[in-house]
């Protein structure tokens, strides 16, 4: 749970000048462009309000599959497995994730060591590539946190950027880890800016369920409380 804890706590506060600070940082640049513009054939393309506007016909379509499967977690793995998403539940699935640094959930694809790892501990096959899955423990799954890792999934489905797998590593070694960004090389920093913007957008939707449903404050504190054994 301290990857959800550092979630709740940290990426809501993550605004844009703390992503311009760690720009300038690296590059000894500071951008001071707060919308992207190009221009085709005459027109004018806002690259912010594109990315808006993908935002919301996302969340349009997951609200509508969540209404369709009543909100329930297991209506809506039925969902996630005719997509071609494997989901495995195991009697402590913490206990096998934890050592590779992966909570519950939605799992991103993997190479090379932690596919091998991934491979024998839950696939039962020896491999080095693993596709993305869901990895539960057996039994009751916390609503809002599942809609949380069901909302990545369904963006990472749909190639949202900031999604993939080399951005998820950046955004966990980065941010939750730490590390030194000194040698990040300009690419690496929009990854991770994109990463960052899609984690927080996953919480802001599942805030809006909080309000709708349980009220805010409450339902955070069912995402903080909730133990490994029970999503």
Known sequence: MQLLKGIIYNILKIQEG????RLAKTIGV?????????????????????????????????????????YS????????????????????????????????????P??????LYLGAGILQKFTLKTPE?????????????????????????????????GSQELLRKYLFETADTKSLQLADIYRLKDAIRQDKAAIEFVIKLCRNYDGTKQALEKMKTSGSASL
């Open 30 to 70: 500071k951008n001071t462009s707060k919308k992207k513009r190009h221009y085709y054939s005459g027109c004018t393309i806002d690259l912010s309000t594109l990315a808006e506007n993908e935002k919301q016909r996302l969340e349009d379509e997951i609200s509508l599959i969540l209404k369709k499967c009543s």
């Open 18 to 21: 703390f992503l311009k600070y």
């Open 133 to 165: 899955m869901f990895v539960l423990s057996k039994g009751n799954i916390n609503k809002y946190y599942f809609i949380y890792h069901f909302y990545n999934w369904f963006a990472f489905k749909n190639n949202i950027s900031g999604l993939d797998t």
């Open 73 to 108: 977690p297991e209506e809506i793995l039925k969902y996630i497995e005719l997509q071609g998403t494997k989901v495995f539940y195991l009697d402590n699935a913490s206990k096998i994730l934890n050592p590779i640094g992966e909570n519950e959930g939605f799992i991103y």
């Open 110 to 115: 993997a190479r090379g060591s932690k596919a």
